[in-house]
């Protein structure tokens, strides 16, 4: 098959490569419909993480089951699937507690910008829909892979509520679907931190009810100013830097929550702080599979829309060009067609 | 009024200082009836926290309202009272979601070791018993002051729940009563972690089901054990210690809580272990005017005797001793009678 590779720093090529296989007889493959990148593949694409030359990349994908093992009875050939980008047997202690990315049999999808990918624990975690959906529809479902329920993920940990006011650091996809999640989830007001015309747009359409264009102290005084000085219930923190994480921390009110989801760098969590506030701190890697069930009938019945995080469309073959126009800021999320 | 002071580390003194007055029409002043020391007042004692020589100390009490302001309507000369460590008018945005150890108009005791003790904002802060309790009921009620309250804060934190596994890090007075806590709020297993036999036997009182005496990794190793290797649900970190928070944090399962109420001395938080486990981190001073009206009915009522935490009583007079004995670890926790 082909597929996207990294071979080094910015060194993203589009090739043949071996075909994936049944390795056991939970796996299954997936056809790929819909792939796309990821922020947290530019890391390595920017030399911030390791790299294994040659090897493939991407995690995010929608998909026709094309092959399962013996064991696997839930999913078929040619159901059309959403395919978590971490794998779980849904069935283990941690899954069965909602910790379904500590699966004791987690895995991640390692093609998901190439033609064909293997899914471990695919009995635990593919969700099929009802029938095959239509194209304009590809977006939206492409999103419930990894985004949407990241940053779901992000307002559950920060403890949105009905009525309670939500601020969201970072306007990168997980961010504005993190805006998405905190209206869904019934937020009263959505404060979007976000410096661009483009991305505040898309947060306005998601549900944020104001936007603060400052950042660092500034950023912090501007939300506290909306917020009568109290802070905000629930804050989602989705970039994963210092700056950010501290941004987060100083707009919560005390008692209130933050919710992170951005791969921490360089984070230092003041405990101090956190102590005088008791400001809470909950997150990580996203429990996708908890959440899907419920994010696809939000998508299917069209009450919630993620598909505008994806504002670049390519063909796979130009997947370069798409980590290029991401890494540049040009694009927030692009999406890659086989 | 004679009242305990501290002049230096080491140095504790019982003796005559000016008396307490009404400075703000929102105080009181309240004749104690029965003090305690406080694991925190042994940080200024071993010279670990700075100290203004000849001040007073002391911050848990309860006793008869001797004087009220003009402002006061909720409780009045004869009443009494249970005397909260934190003060707080109760009404402010930060009280009235629940984090009163955030008021706008936060007190504290000042003179609990004392035999008179300002107040602030009465009408938020004291909670007024029925009518005089029995002396019987004294250590009990003074618990309610802070050790238990901060206990209940911890199990609350960590989001102890019907029927779930909770690990206990900490024995003193503090970890005690969270263990008290876990137990009245319904955890299944309750572990504590404790190598001193006559806590212990309390914690077995206090309703744990498990002890733990190991402590770093070989403790941990002990819970993993205890639990399937799974971890547990909730647990409280109650000492305030890198090594009580290292443990706490690893012997919670994935996506479980860590409760922390030990005031932190040199705690570095482990963000990517945090991230990588999702496990969940709230704690801070205890909002106890929150806890309060539930607590005093459970005592009242006999649902919870925290008493026990209480195994020295000594006059007033001779606080000194008490210090030592905590100190040294003779007592658990020291009650003064004035």
Chains 1, 2 share one sequence.
């Not at 819909?34 to 998909?63: K, Q, V």
């Not at 190439?114 to 194209?135: F, I």
């Not at 869904?184 to 009810?209: C, K, N």
């Not at 000085?229 to 923190?237: H, Y």
Request: net charge negative; hydrophobic share 40%.
């Amino acid at each position: 098959m082909r597929a996207t590779t990294i071979h080094a720093p910015g060194d993203i090529r589009f090739e043949e490569v071996p075909d994936p296989t049944i390795k056991q007889p939970t796996d299954a493959i997936v056809r790929v419909v819909a792939g796309c990148i990821c922020g947290s593949d530019l890391w390595p694409y920017r030399g911030e993480n390791p790299i294994r030359p040659g090897a493939t990349i991407g995690h995010e994908c929608i998909g026709v089951v094309e092959e399962v093992g013996s064991s696997v009875s839930g999913v078929r050939a040619g159901d059309f699937v959403i395919v978590p980008f971490c794998h779980c047997d849904n069935t283990c202690p941690h899954c069965r507690y909602g910790a379904q990315s500590a699966c004791v049999n987690l895995g991640m999808t390692q093609s998901g910008q190439g033609e064909l990918a293997r899914v471990n624990q695919a009995d635990g975690s593919l969700v099929k829909l009802p029938g095959a959906p239509d194209a304009s529809q590809h977006a939206a479902l492409l999103a419930l892979s990894d985004v949407m329920p990241t940053g779901w993920h992000a307002a559950v940990c920060a403890g949105v509520g009905p009525g309670g006011t939500a601020v969201v650091v970072g306007d990168g996809a997980v961010g504005l679907c993190g805006v998405l999640a905190a209206s869904a989830l019934g937020a009263g007001r959505i404060i979007a931190m976000s410096r661009h015309e483009s991305r505040q747009r898309i947060a306005t359409t998601f549900g944020a009810t104001d936007i603060v264009a400052e950042r660092g102290e500034e950023g912090i005084a501007r939300v506290k100013e909306l917020t009568d000085g109290v802070g905000a219930d629930a804050v989602l923190e989705c970039v994963g830097t210092d700056d950010a994480m501290t941004t987060a921390i100083h707009v919560t009110r005390p008692g209130g929550g933050v919710g992170f989801v951005g791969v921490p760098h360089g984070v230092e969590l003041p405990v101090r702080k956190l102590f005088e506030t008791n400001v809470g701190l909950r997150g990580g890697m996203a429990p996708v599979r908890r959440y899907l069930p419920d994010l696809l009938e939000r998508v299917l019945s069209g009450a919630i829309d993620p598909s505008p995080v994806f504002d670049l469309t390519l063909p796979m073959a130009e997947s370069a060009d798409g980590y290029r126009a991401m890494d540049e800021r040009r694009a927030i999320k692009v999406l890659l067609q086989p």
